[in-house]
């Protein structure tokens, strides 16, 4: 994993309390959001996340979502959450998963969420 920064990034504000609690159209929350284009219809993250800040708002959006509703969570801890990420990885096979990249890339971000500040 290489990460590189940019003097012309502007890095978004994180904060670490609670998110904020808001509901946006048809009374999604922020990460509901996701999930649902503008037309109403469901779709994939790969529709919804297709670059850097859209990636970090998805995350953002999962801690409030974790932080406001825990109860609507299999995994609520991050042991259970790891764990579930591990199965999950487990069941993945077929050619698409055979990018060595990718799963070092993976790794190196849950390694880096361990100690960032």
């Given amino acids: 994993m290489v990460v590189t920064g940019s003097s012309s990034?502007?890095?978004?504000?994180?904060?670490?309390?609670?998110?904020?609690?808001t509901r946006n159209r048809?009374?999604?929350?922020?990460?509901?959001?996701?999930?649902?284009?503008?037309?109403?219809?469901?779709?994939?993250?790969?529709e919804t996340v297709r670059s850097h800040d859209d990636l970090i708002q998805f995350l953002v959006a999962l801690r409030s979502d974790l932080v406001e509703?825990?109860?609507?969570?299999?995994?609520g801890n991050?042991?259970?959450?790891?764990?579930?990420?591990?199965?999950a990885f487990q069941d993945m096979v077929g050619d698409e998963y055979e990018d060595p990249d990718r799963w070092a890339d993976t790794a190196g971000w849950l390694w880096v969420g361990r100690n960032y500040e």
């Fill in 78 to 87: 991050v042991g259970d959450y790891l764990g579930s990420i591990a199965r």
């Fill in 69 to 75: 509703r825990r109860d609507k969570w299999e995994n």
């Fill in 26 to 46: 048809a009374g999604m929350n922020d990460v509901e959001r996701f999930f649902v284009d503008p037309s109403g219809k469901h779709v994939g993250l790969d």
């Fill in 9 to 21: 990034y502007s890095r978004p504000e994180i904060r670490s309390g609670s998110g904020n609690g």
